[in-house]
């Protein structure tokens, strides 16, 4: 019942969103010169590029990478409890490294690949994000810092991480694995095992219930 009227909800504000992307076409001209660089239209939007500014304890691009990342429910397949995944869940890059992703969304409702933690004088809130409309690509470049650090990526679209698109980018050594990510801290399983230990004390509720009226029983039977 609540589920449901969350999904009329999330449908409602789909939709919403949808009508106002067709309806300012010219959103990308507004937003070009724009400090936050954003490209945005039908397909999509990128938001936050940067290939050329240096982060401040860069001396220099010291590598870089390309990367093509599709979204969809078919990389979700190989870990149980999820719905969608991305087709790595995982990347690895030296510090200062300059990165662009093209964002390939093969489902038929929107992703996103967005990345955390990035320094905010470069990033507004600290953000690299791509937006894919279903059966859509977007590229985008941006540059990490020199820091050994793990970046959360994920979509940010309602209950997608949870379902499974959550990763990680590693830049340099990284501070250590996220909770939860699929095929690299995968703790979906676990999630399986909470429902049987939530059955076991709802079991033992009952037992002691039975126990607590085993004793009033004898109680009165010894009066
Ligand atoms: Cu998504």
Sequence with gaps: MISSFV???VVGVLLFYSGITQA????????????????????????????????EDCSEIRREYQFEVTAGTEYAKPFPGTTFGFSDHQWQVEPCSRIT????????VRHQWMVHGLPKYLY?????????????RQSGTFIVPSDDRTYLVHCDIAQHMEKGMKAQLVVGRGSGDLWSVPGVSATFERADETMP?????AGLFCLMIAAGLVVVWKARISR
């Design 7 to 9: 999904g009329y909800f």
């Design 24 to 55: 300012q076409p010219e959103m990308e001209h507004h937003h070009h010169h724009d400090h936050h660089a954003m490209k945005m239209d039908e397909t999509g939007m990128v938001m936050n590029e940067n290939a050329d500014k240096l982060p």
């Design 101 to 108: 992703v093209t964002f390939i969304n093969q489902d038929r």
């Design 124 to 136: 507004d809130q600290g953000m690299f994000h791509m937006e894919a409309a279903g059966g859509h």
């Design 197 to 201: 230990r939530w059955l076991w004390g």
